[in-house]
């Protein structure tokens, strides 16, 4: 079964740290691994999209990065911000279909 | 502005009676996706579409049916037969396989 699993499930971190979110996967045939955004009682918005022969993906303050050897990505939040306040969503792509993990609740302090 | 839209934002639903959820998308997009998301949880697919006409189940299609009947609309309707269709139900567009899904806002349905 194609499972994503997200660690921490929240975390909560002082404006200014960086800070790494954790996405791993159980199968590692990935077509493409993609990391959305999600603000309360909203729809999601693309961060990041890593094609299973890329190892890394950077916007700004983020960096996202793929090993599929290993079945883990994780999404590099530099110099964060209270704007950054959000849950993180890893997608991964088999096929057609997208399978999604439970999500990362960030709250940064101000 | 190009776009994803949802209507209602919010929807009331009474016991044995079915609704419909309306998606429309102006990015002439030939893919459109539902997905059904509770809290704690990851989303998961009820149903997609690749083209005109045509659409597949996704992993939890029971209780749920689709139209596209245009390539701008992907309507979901929430049947009698689905017994816990309170959820936030977001649906997404994109050109082609491996390409980024766009979302639309959502729309929240809750069982009076």
């Known amino acids: 079964k194609q499972e994503v699993t997200q660690i921490p499930a929240a975390l909560s971190v002082p404006e200014g740290e960086n800070l790494v979110l954790n996405c791993s996967f159980t199968?590692?045939?990935?077509?493409?691994l993609q990391w959305f955004r999600q603000d309360p009682g909203k729809g999601l918005t693309s961060l990041l999209l890593i094609q299973s022969s890329q190892r890394e993906q950077t916007s700004g303050r983020l960096n996202a990065s793929l090993d599929k050897s290993s079945g883990r990505s994780t999404l590099y939040i530099a110099a964060s911000q209270p704007g950054d306040s959000a849950t993180y969503l890893c997608a991964v792509e088999y096929g057609n279909k997208l399978v999604f993990g439970a999500g990362t609740i960030l709250r940064v302090k101000s | 502005d190009g776009g994803i839209t949802q209507s209602p934002k919010y929807l009331f639903r009474k016991e044995g009676q079915n609704v419909t959820l309306s998606c429309e998308q102006n990015?002439?997009?030939?893919?459109m996706y539902w997905y059904r998301q509770d809290p704690g949880q990851g989303l998961r697919l009820i149903y997609y579409?690749?083209?005109?006409?045509?659409?597949q189940k996704g992993d939890i299609a029971e209780g749920y049916s689709v139209s596209r009947e245009k390539k701008e609309s992907f309507p979901l309707t929430v049947t009698s037969a689905q017994k816990n269709p309170t959820a936030f139900y977001l649906c997404a567009s994109r050109t082609g396989g491996g390409e980024t899904q766009y979302f639309g806002p959502g729309t929240r349905l809750l069982v009076l």
């Open positions: 990015l002439n997009h030939d893919a």
């Open positions: 579409s690749q083209i005109v006409n045509d659409f």
């Open positions: 199968d590692s045939a990935i077509y493409n």
